[in-house]
C-alpha cells in the first residue's frame, strides 16, 4: 500500500499510481531529481506548506495545483481554489478537500480556509491531514493510509494523533510534520507506541 508513497520531510510527500500520475502534497525543500508533478496540493499559505520554490522546482506544463484561497493567492499561475468539500480529478487520481484547523491554538483558525485532502490512488484513499488539530470531522474521514502531524506546537502532538487515528480508523497511520519547523523523531516513535492502528514510520527521501 505504501510502496509508491515518499515522504520527503515535513509535511512533503509524493505519490505515483500505477498509471504514472504523480501527485505532491505540500513540497517543501524538495532535492533535485524528484518526478515532476502533475497535481500539487498544498494545504494552506504558510512557508513551509505553500513553498514558491518548491512547487516552480516539480512543475510542468499542464501541472495542476490546488490550494486554498490564501494560498492560491500566492502561486503563480493557473491554480484550483479550493475549499472543503470540493473535488478534482486529475487522470486516475481522486482528490477531496477536508477541513484542517486548530482548536486550542491560533495558528491555523478554522475561519481560515485552511485544508486537508483525500486522494484516491489505485483505489487506495489517502489522507493528509493538513496542519490541524484533532478535530470531530475527522469522524468522518474514510481512508486507508491516514498522513498525521505529531509534532506539537502547531498541530497535534503524538498523543492527540494517536488518538486522531482510532477516530478515523484507517488501515496504516503514517506520521509527518516532524524533524524538521518542529518535534522529532522521538515524536513519531511517540505516536507508534501510542496508536491503534498500525504506524509505518517512513524513511525521509
Known amino acids: 500500500m505504501l510502496e509508491n508513497l ?114 484516491t490512488v489505485d483505489g487506495v484513499a489517502i489522507y493528509h491531514a493538513g496542519d490541524t488539530d484533532h478535530i470531530p470531522e475527522m469522524g468522518s474521514v474514510k481512508a486507508d493510509v491516514a498522513l498525521l502531524p505529531v509534532g506539537g506546537t502547531y498541530t497535534m502532538d503524538a498523543a492527540q494523533a494517536a488518538a486522531a487515528a482510532d477516530a478515523i480508523r484507517p488501515q496504516v497511520a503514517v506520521p509527518m510534520h516532524y524533524g524538521e519547523v518542529v518535534g522529532s523523531d522521538q515524536d513519531a516513535k511517540e505516536f507508534q507506541r501510542l496508536c491503534q492502528a498500525e504506524v509505518r514510520i517512513l524513511r525521509r527521501e
Request: hydrophobic share 45%; charged share 20%; glycine share 8%.
Open 6 to 119: 515518499h515522504w520527503l520531510g515535513h509535511a512533503s510527500f509524493y505519490v505515483r499510481s500505477a498509471q504514472g500520475t504523480v501527485v505532491y502534497f505540500d513540497p517543501y525543500k524538495l532535492k533535485a531529481g524528484l518526478p515532476q508533478a502533475d497535481l500539487i496540493l498544498v494545504t494552506h499559505d504558510h512557508f513551509d506548506h505553500c513553498s514558491l520554490e518548491d512547487i516552480k522546482k516539480v512543475s510542468k506544463p499542464g501541472t495542476v495545483v490546488g490550494a486554498p484561497a490564501a494560498a492560491a493567492a500566492k502561486i503563480a499561475g493557473s491554480v484550483r481554489i479550493l475549499s472543503v468539500a470540493m473535488s478534482l480529478r486529475v487522470a486516475d487520481v481522486s482528490v477531496v478537500a477536508v477541513p484542517a484547523y486548530n482548536t486550542d491554538k491560533k495558528f491555523h483558525p478554522r475561519a481560515a480556509g485552511y485544508l486537508g485532502y483525500v486522494a
